[in-house]
């Protein structure tokens, strides 16, 4: 008789459970989805405007403002619409993208949208709940749901023949589909704290994350229309340090230089190949991301100091970064 009462009241606690996450799912649903359009993105062409992809997007200020992923509607003459849950089309044009970090600024003709809230990636857990809110397969309003599966991850991104890695991407086992990217990855809370941007597999979904430093991708994108980046010229990957180092320094690794392009500012530096940049600017760098997260456009034309470990010898050099061209 007990066993069959312990097990009603497992079944009861189940199903508690069960209810408690139906509950936080439909709640950031309910919250979320009003904010989220469904891009239709069309081309200017001697036809007239020609559709050339879809994906979706979030609204950033009752003005309409949207974020979405550059490669969304990356390209000349990018243009559309956004359909809302609420059964609204807007028009929609693109007033800024940013290649390197897969965001992109659009203006719909709209002055009552409901803004998402943002929230900060940088107080995520490995295992918190996440639900994605898009369109994918044009399917308008779809949830999915999910953990955060990891923290940290990089994603390569290309604009010419520039390439960097956007850092401390999401990684997610939320269903994600084309059409998804641009969308929101929001919380328990109902901030979205990533938008969606690739799907790496099944059950590996990806989102660039809302943090302190897309936030000023985003400002720079609304402001300007694009964003600047300052430039040094070298290609770097990771190295362990040498033991006489990791004593000196007290850590394991920093970067290699890989290469150095002529006539650059760190060809200029006396920078070499199989240099090891060991502190720039006055900080450690162990990762190539140490590096990227000074390239801002306050760098541009300052004087950084460059920590090198060359051989044996460490060397005391200066560099001043240039813009990074478009």
């Known amino acids: 008789m007990s066993t069959a009462i312990e097990n009603l ?13 139906s509950r936080v799912v439909v709640e950031v649903a309910e919250r979320v989805a009003p904010s989220v359009a469904n891009l239709r993105v069309t081309r200017q062409g001697r036809g007239g405007h020609m559709p050339v992809g879809a994906g979706s997007a979030v609204a950033l200020t009752p003005d309409g403002f949207l974020l979405t992923s550059a490669h969304v509607v990356a390209g000349p003459g990018r243009a559309g619409r956004a359909v809302f849950v609420d059964g609204r089309e807007l028009r929609f044009r693109v007033i800024g993208v940013d290649r390197l970090s897969d965001l992109a600024v659009l203006r719909a003709d709209g002055t009552d949208l409901v803004p998402a809230t943002l929230g900060a990636a940088e107080r995520l857990r490995v295992g918190q709940l996440v ?4 369109n994918p397969n044009g399917f308008a309003g779809s949830v999915t749901a999910g953990v955060v599966s990891a923290l940290g991850r990089s994603l390569p991104a290309r604009s010419g023949r520039t390439m960097r890695y956007i850092d401390n991407v999401i990684q997610t086992d939320a269903a994600l ?25 099944v059950g590996l979904g990806l989102a ?8 000023r991708i985003v400002s720079a994108l609304m402001r300007d229309g694009r964003v600047r980046r300052a430039y040094i010229g070298i290609a770097g990957g990771p190295r362990p340090l040498p033991p006489f180092a990791r004593v000196r320094l007290g850590r394991q690794a920093t970067v290699e230089i890989v290469e150095v392009i002529a006539g650059s500012p760190a060809d200029r530096a006396g920078l070499r190949a199989e240099d090891m940049i060991v502190e720039l600017d006055g900080r450690a760098v162990e990762r190539v991301d140490d590096v990227q997260v000074l390239m801002t456009h306050e760098a541009i034309g300052r004087r950084l100091p460059v920590k090198v470990l060359r051989g044996d010898r460490w060397l005391d050099l200066e560099l001043s970064p240039i ?4």
């Open 9 to 21: 009241e497992q079944e009861q606690l189940e199903e508690e459970a069960l209810d408690s996450y």
């Open 323 to 326: 813009e990074l061209p478009e």
């Open 131 to 134: 639900v994605a809110i898009g």
């Open 208 to 215: 660039v994350p809302i943090n302190a430093a897309t936030r």
């Open 177 to 201: 589909n084309p059409g998804n990217s641009g969308g929101g990855l929001a919380d328990s809370f109902g901030r979205v704290i990533g938008i969606n941007t690739a799907v790496a597999g």
